[in-house]
């Protein structure tokens, strides 16, 4: 049986919780802005819970969340900055823990119709660029749509010459029941799955979509790479949200949290996934330390 790498939770509402400033349309940038320290100390509780992949905090460092302007101004030192104190908080750490580059959705989550090809590649590039030299792995998260995985996979084989693991992680439709497993976009799993498989990833993950769909996505994805006959990991990341309709506006509130994600109940649907053969599992929004301890714990 493959072991289980433990990933890390949910950053943004972790923040919140130790009352890190914290606001929309910023959301996890702002502490990142103003205080990377307690960045740091929400990696060290991941990794103190169990996690031995930390993700950058340059998830929402992108314009829909701080502007154009401060875009333009700060991405890189941003990023860099978000690079810098999860390697610190990996390397204070007797743990061998590696830190995976966020890639995050250009033009705001689960938005797979506000996607503009042309200015795709203007907004990834300096993030790829200034995350490169400080990262173990990526992690393309929370995709919606096909297209822009696959651009920016593109860009990331163009910019990063040390070809280091590549991860992508889609979150999937559950508003709605859908005849079989769907990205956002409408998209089925399977096409999704065959695809970046054919551009070469390490790595199919499920993230931000709730934990009762992900696991026919798991088995979707099992049967095209056993076709495929490709060396791919599987995993997992739910969040504990409620189910997002398609015209979701992330910037105009802070989504409600399940009450009934317990760390326990948390771990039951985990072991589903890992049973059907994940062996990448960890925790998205609102699924916090005392989650990810239990799963480090049990998996």
Same mark, same amino acid.
């Not at 996505?217 to 990991?233: C, F, H, M």
């Not at 189910?243 to 317990?262: C, S, V």
């Given at each position: ?24 349309? &910023?959301?996890?940038?702002? $502490?990142?802005?103003? !205080?990377? /320290?307690?960045?740091? +100390? #929400?990696?060290? @509780?991941?990794?103190? %819970? ?30 860099? &900055?978000?690079?810098?104190? $999860?390697?610190?908080? !990996?390397? /204070?750490?007797?743990? +061998? #823990?590696?830190? @995976?580059?966020?890639? %995050? ?46 651009? #920016? ?147």
């Amino acid at each position: 049986m493959q072991s289980i790498t433990i990933l890390d939770g949910g950053m943004g509402r972790e923040l919140e919780r130790r009352g890190a400033p914290f606001k929309q349309p &910023e959301w996890s940038a702002l $502490a990142m802005m103003e !205080a990377p /320290e307690i960045v740091k +100390d #929400v990696h060290k @509780a991941f990794i103190e %819970a169990g996690s031995r992949v930390i993700t950058t905090n340059s998830y929402a460092l992108v314009p829909f969340h701080i502007g154009e302007d401060v875009f333009q101004q700060r991405v890189t030192e941003l990023v860099i &900055e978000s690079a810098r104190v $999860a390697r610190e908080a !990996a390397n /204070e750490s007797d743990a +061998d #823990v590696k830190v @995976a580059g966020s890639l %995050a959705p250009l033009f705001g989550s689960y938005r797979a119709d506000l996607y503009e090809a042309d200015r795709a590649e203007q907004i990834a590039r300096p993030i790829i660029e200034a995350l490169a030299p400080h990262v173990d792995l990526w992690l393309n998260e929370t995709q919606s749509l096909l297209a822009e995985t696959l651009q #920016v996979k593109a860009l990331v084989d163009e910019i990063d010459g040390q070809n280091k693991p590549y991860w992508v992680s889609f979150t999937l439709e559950d508003a709605e029941v859908t005849d079989q497993p769907r990205l956002r976009s409408g998209e089925t799993v399977k096409e999704a799955v065959a695809a970046v498989t054919k551009a070469g990833v390490n790595g199919i993950l499920f993230n931000c979509c709730q934990p009762e769909i992900i696991a026919d996505a798991i088995q979707v994805a099992t049967s095209v790479l056993s076709d495929s006959n490709q060396p791919v990991q599987l995993g997992a990341y739910a969040n504990a949200f409620p189910p997002q309709p398609k015209d979701a506006t992330a910037n105009d509130g802070l989504d409600e949290l399940r009450d009934d994600l317990t760390p326990d109940s948390y771990l039951e649907w985990a072991q589903r996934w890992k049973e059907l053969g994940a062996t990448l599992i960890g925790g998205c929004c609102g699924i916090g330390p005392d989650h990810v301890k239990v799963l480090a714990k049990h998996l």
